[in-house]
T-cell receptor, first 112, second 113 residues
Framework: LAKTTQPISMDSYEGQEVNITCSHNNIATNDYITWYQQFPSQGPRFIIQGYKTKVTNEVASLFIPADRKSSTLSLPRVSLSDTAVYYCLVGDRYSSASKIIFGSGTRLSIRP | SQTIHQWPATLVQPVGSPLSLECTVEGTSNPNLYWYRQAAGRGLQLLFYSVGIGQISSEVPQNLSASRPQDRQFILSSKKLLLSDSGFYLC????????????FGPGTRLTVT
């Protein structure tokens, strides 16, 4: 079971690029890396998913090094509305939901 | 487009009372369905998931149960609530065969008194 470790909290300012790193030393061959964003009193929102190298969408980029033991969620030019908790999940996206774990996440605070 | 509904939005129930939370999904067929609970300031805990009608997998032993009477309906129940059942209950769906890309409903805030 691939356990993930993220910073508990991060602070940044509007307009900056924010990088949140997730460690997953025991990631398995079939595991994907998935990130979610959660605002207070709302359900999480799927942001991005990747297996290796780099994935980019309209919201964020996900960087995964060759050894896949960590990953970095990159949020370009953040705004106040990016203040949220970000969760990193690791698992085989095709096999089962039984190992899905949302940890404590990273609480990102954006200041003016 | 797909839409997921949960109700009620908030609920205050006394200890020992029954519980029924409902979740429905529109715009998709045969979705995977999930129930999560989130305690205050904590991460999400997967309670149940279902890959089809009548197929329920329980992830955490507790006094809660789940049922899927129709393809796009998922119900969370309890016969007798405990104080520890308080929390934010979230329903989610995903495409069949894909488990990590989930789409969440608005949630139900349950307070057991």
């Amino acid at each position: 079971l691939a356990k993930t470790t993220q910073p508990i909290s991060m602070d940044s300012y509007e307009g900056q690029e924010v990088n949140i790193t997730c460690s997953h030393n025991n990631i398995a061959t079939n595991d994907y890396i998935t990130w979610y964003q959660q605002f207070p009193s709302q359900g999480p929102r799927f942001i991005i998913q990747g297996y290796k190298t780099k994935v980019t969408n309209e919201v964020a980029s996900l960087f995964i090094p060759a050894d896949r033991k960590s990953s970095t969620l990159s949020l370009p030019r953040v705004s106040l509305s990016d203040t949220a908790v970000y969760y990193c999940l690791v698992g085989d996206r095709y096999s089962s939901a039984s190992k899905i774990i949302f940890g404590s996440g990273t609480r990102l605070s954006i200041r003016p | 487009s797909q839409t997921i509904h949960q109700w009620p939005a908030t609920l205050v129930q006394p200890v020992g009372s029954p519980l029924s939370l409902e979740c429905t999904v529109e715009g998709t067929s045969n979705p995977n369905l999930y129930w999560y609970r989130q305690a205050a300031g904590r991460g999400l805990q997967l309670l149940f998931y279902s890959v089809g009608i009548g197929q329920i997998s329980s992830e955490v032993p507790q006094n809660l149960s789940a049922s899927r009477p129709q393809d796009r309906q998922f119900i969370l129940s309890s016969k007798k609530l405990l104080l520890s059942d308080s929390g934010f209950y979230l329903c989610a769906w995903s495409v069949p065969g894909r488990f990590y890309e989930q789409y969440f409903g608005p949630g139900t805030r349950l307070t057991v008194t």
